[in-house]
């Protein structure tokens, strides 16, 4: 069972920036991928960002395009989302989850970390 640790959340004014970090308990396979997903009150949750463990290669949703970027560390087992231009809208709990593709299945989740972003 692989557990992910996220940290990073906090409170930040519009433009502003967040770190976002997720420790794994286990190293990841070279296939595996790790996400960034999020999810705002009264909405569904929807993937960020992804990145595969082993080449590097990266996916985001639209909207955080050129904002956001997502980077591991392999000697870690940690993943990275850097959000850079915050926006109200970006409020949400961000969940790091692991995973066989960038669309899954994701088969372990982090508890989630708060990001809220003021106007």
């Known amino acids: 069972q692989v557990q992910l640790v996220e940290s990073g959340g906090g409170l930040v004014q519009a433009g502003g920036s967040l770190r976002l970090s997720c420790a794994a308990s286990?190293?990841?396979?070279?296939?595996?991928?790790r996400a960034w997903f999020r999810q705002a009150p009264g909405k569904a949750r929807d993937l960020v960002a992804a990145?595969?463990?082993?080449?590097?290669?990266?996916y985001y949703t639209n909207s955080v395009k050129g904002r956001f970027t997502i980077s591991r560390d392999k000697a870690r087992n940690t993943v990275y989302l850097q959000m850079n231009s915050l926006k109200p809208e970006d409020t949400a709990v961000y969940y790091c989850?692991?995973?066989?593709?960038?669309?899954?299945?994701?088969?372990?989740w982090g508890q989630g970390t708060q990001v809220t972003v003021s106007s």
């Open positions: 989850a692991h995973g066989a593709s960038y669309f899954g299945p994701y088969d372990y």
């Open positions: 286990e190293r990841s396979g070279g296939t595996d991928v």
């Open positions: 990145i595969t463990w082993n080449l590097g290669n990266t």
